[in-house]
């Protein structure tokens, strides 16, 4: 079975903080490695996403750095704010397949003003 | 343009009921997912579609049944419902393979 292993489960960062989440995947034709952020209530939505061919890449405060030798991924949030508590999910697909994303588990993010 | 929508928003079921969760979206996307979210285990994929007339099993498909009659249209059915189904039911739209997937609302259900 295809995994996406994320971590840690639940994180609490001051506001101003780096806030950091990682996931690793074992499947190495996948291709696509988005991050995706819910709100309570809410559907899952796009934050930011990478392939392979590019190690980093940023959008605002959020980046997501990637090493594809250790199959690992990160999202980091700069300067977070509390509007940025969420629950954030790490997802890896594509690869030729149309079979949908694997994700991650997810993590609950707490930004304490 | 209303992306995806997702009816009911909530749903309580008895064990053995059945139901019909319907999914659409207007965005003209040809890839149509059905995931279901419980706590602590993300998203899983129950079946998906590549295109009218066409579904495929998922992760976690047993006691689930899916159509793609319209394009637009991608219906998740519950045959006899059972309380292992008690779960929000996500549905999500793509215009090809590994781009953005668009997300409904949800479907809180509910089987007691």
């Known amino acids: 079975q295809q995994q996406v292993k994320q971590s840690p489960q639940s994180l609490i960062v001051q506001k101003g903080g780096i806030s950091i989440i990682n996931c690793a995947y074992e499947?190495?034709?996948?291709?696509?490695f988005p991050w995706y952020q819910q709100f309570p209530g809410k559907g899952p939505a796009l934050l930011i996403a990478?392939?392979?061919?590019?190690s980093e890449k940023k959008e605002g405060r959020f980046t997501i750095s990637f090493n594809k030798s250790a199959k690992q991924f990160s999202l980091h949030i700069m300067d977070s704010q509390p509007g940025d508590s969420a629950t954030y999910f790490c997802?890896?697909?594509?690869?030729?397949?149309?079979?949908?994303?694997?994700f991650g588990k997810g993590t609950h993010l707490i930004i304490q003003p | 343009n209303a992306g995806v929508t997702q009816t009911p928003k909530f749903r309580v079921l008895k064990t053995g009921q059945s139901m019909t969760l319907l999914c659409a979206q207007d965005?003209?996307?040809?890839?149509m997912y059905w995931y279901r979210q419980d706590p602590g285990m993300g998203l899983r994929l129950i079946h998906y579609?590549?295109?009218?007339?066409?579904?495929a099993k998922g992760e976690v498909p047993d006691g689930y049944n899916v159509s793609r009659l319209k394009k637009q249209n991608f219906l998740l059915g519950l045959e006899s419902a059972a309380p292992s189904q008690t779960s929000v039911y996500f549905c999500?739209?793509?215009?090809?393979?590994?781009?953005?997937?668009?997300f409904g609302p949800g479907t809180r259900l509910t089987v007691t």
């Open positions: 999500a739209s793509t215009v090809g393979q590994g781009l953005e997937q668009y």
């Open positions: 499947n190495t034709a996948f291709d696509y």
């Open positions: 990478i392939r392979p061919d590019v």
């Open positions: 997802a890896a697909g594509g690869g030729g397949g149309a079979d949908g994303l694997t």
């Open positions: 965005m003209n996307h040809e890839y």
């Open positions: 579609s590549v295109g009218e007339g066409t579904t």
